[in-house]
Each structure stands twice: as structure tokens, then as C-alpha cells.
């Protein structure tokens, strides 16, 4: 029922910039979270940032201060702009949106690839 489709993943040179969005649908009810996973080759997936819908923003210690996340609740996107990227933050990004409570759901977008190239 509800779906999220990542867009915005490519390639990029280490230093640059990239803008990363997800947009759910399918539910007139909004996720009361939305977050980007990625996850490197040989890696776990690993959380990068998330986002409530009141705004409250969580990041891993290895992006704080490169990458911002945002939400637009009336669109239920959310992005991730990336600064500054390092080879490291290569891998495959994934949203997902997740809403608690008796209408709840928890869902994947199939991932878009960001490779940083050194």
C-alpha cells in the first residue's frame, strides 16, 4: 500500500556534492519517521540520518556536519543533501518510512546507488 522511491544517487568525486529525495505514497497517513540507510559493499547496513515529522533530525557521527536532512510533511519526501563526500559514504542509500500506532506501516525503497569516486 504505502511506497517510497528513492531518486538523486549517482557518481560523484570525492569533495562534492549530491542531493538524495524519497517520497512515500499510497497512505494519506504520514510517517511519523523518515530516515536514509546505506550500506557499503561487505558492509551492514548502517543508519545515516533520520528525521520525525515534527523535524527532529538524528545523524551518525561519521556525516554530522556534511549531510543535512529535511522534510517537506506536506509532500512526505524527504532529502539528504551530501557535502563534502568521501569515498567512504559510497554505497547503496535506502529510505524508509515508518509510522507507529494502530495505522502503522514500515517500509524499503530499493535503495539508490551513490559511488564517490577518490
Known amino acids: 500500500q504505502v511506497q517510497v522511491v528513492e531518486s538523486g544517487g549517482g557518481l560523484v568525486q570525492a569533495g562534492g556534492s549530491l542531493t538524495l529525495a524519497c517520497a512515500a505514497s499510497?497512505?494519506?497517513?504520514?510517517?511519523?519517521?523518515m530516515g536514509w540507510y546505506r550500506q557499503a559493499p561487505g558492509k551492514q547496513r548502517e543508519l545515516v540520518a533520520d528525521?520525525?515529522?515534527?523535524?527532529?533530525?538524528n545523524y551518525a557521527d561519521s556525516v554530522k556536519g556534511r549531510f543535512t536532512i529535511s522534510r517537506d510533511n506536506a509532500k512526505n519526501t524527504v532529502y539528504l543533501q551530501m557535502n563534502s563526500l568521501k569515498f567512504e559514504d559510497t554505497g547503496v542509500y535506502y529510505c524508509?518510512?515508518?509510522?507507529?500506532?494502530?495505522?502503522?506501516?514500515?517500509?524499503w525503497g530499493q535503495g539508490t546507488q551513490v559511488t564517490v569516486s577518490s
Open positions: 524508509n518510512a515508518e509510522r507507529y500506532g494502530v495505522i502503522r506501516f514500515n517500509v
Open positions: 528525521i520525525t515529522s515534527g523535524g527532529i533530525t
Open positions: 499510497g497512505s494519506i497517513f504520514s510517517p511519523n519517521l
